[in-house]
């Protein structure tokens, strides 16, 4: 049993324009970090399949799927889909590898043929709602895993955490109304998406923090507001929004997390898995946009995946 490394070349293709910031080089600067950390040697290494319109179609509209279809350039230009996202010619395949990349890893671990497994792929997907892509993110990865995960293995309680610094405004919208899920987010507040962090429902655990936040304030949110509602909850499976953008060093937000926060909130979702889920867990990549600082990141994060 090990941790299932899953990525495609595909993804890298995916392009919004010179100087943006969520670029191919993003999962470069990851595998090489995990290369020269000697921890790639213990992955099990997959290519990412393409998802089916029929996983797309379980938490979007059908309409807006056929949307995306349909704006895919067949030259060089870019097809805006708001100022900060955008279509090149390969972006569609890529989004199609990405969220392909979640259900292989659900049905991995739900195999029990890895203990777990990180997603190296892009676009990102948690600001993608039902019917709306944005925020660098055209299908919801994590949302498409997780609806995979109760359609096709049958379970009754998945939860998703997201430490992404911004709020996965597009996985709450997916799954607010549904109890099976539950939502536990920490992110910077007011800042993008700017949308309501009140969180409604129980299953729906929003803790917004103000700019400036520390390691020890997230740690102390993560204790106070995630652990004791999880270990209840006694989740079959979780997935996670792995967003690095909160580190010391990202630019695009201002919490000051290091690795040792990253290590650290990992074994505490990792320690619920265990005790819940038989360990189950299928990490995604969200954001993390300065290089060095998301490479050492991710290796901390699957140093702990690894054990």
Known sequence: MTTAFISHPDCARHEMGAGHPECPARLTAIS??????????????????????????????????????????????????????????????????????????????????????????????????HNRAMGFCFFNNVAIGVAHALETWGLQRVAIVDFDVHHGNGTEDIFKDQPRVMLCSTFQHPFYPYSDASGNNDHIINVPLPSGTTGHEFRCAVQSHWLQPLAKFKPQLILISAGFDGH??????NFHLTENDYTWVTKEIKTIAEEHANGRIVSVLEGGYNLSALGRSVAAHIKVLLG
């Open 32 to 129: 090489d970090q995990l290369i020269a950390s000697g921890l790639d040697v213990f992955l099990r290494h997959y290519q990412a399949p393409l998802a089916t319109r029929l996983q797309l179609s379980r938490v979007h509209d059908e309409e807006f799927i056929e949307s995306i279809f349909q704006l895919v350039p067949n030259d060089d230009t870019l097809v805006r889909i708001d100022p900060d996202t955008a279509m090149n010619a390969h972006t569609l395949t890529a989004a199609l590898r990405a969220a392909g990349a979640v259900v292989q890893a659900v049905d991995l671990v739900m195999g029990a043929e890895v203990s777990n497994a990180f997603c190296n792929v892009r676009p990102p997907g948690h600001h993608a709602e």
């Open 248 to 253: 010391e060093e990202d630019a695009l937000a």
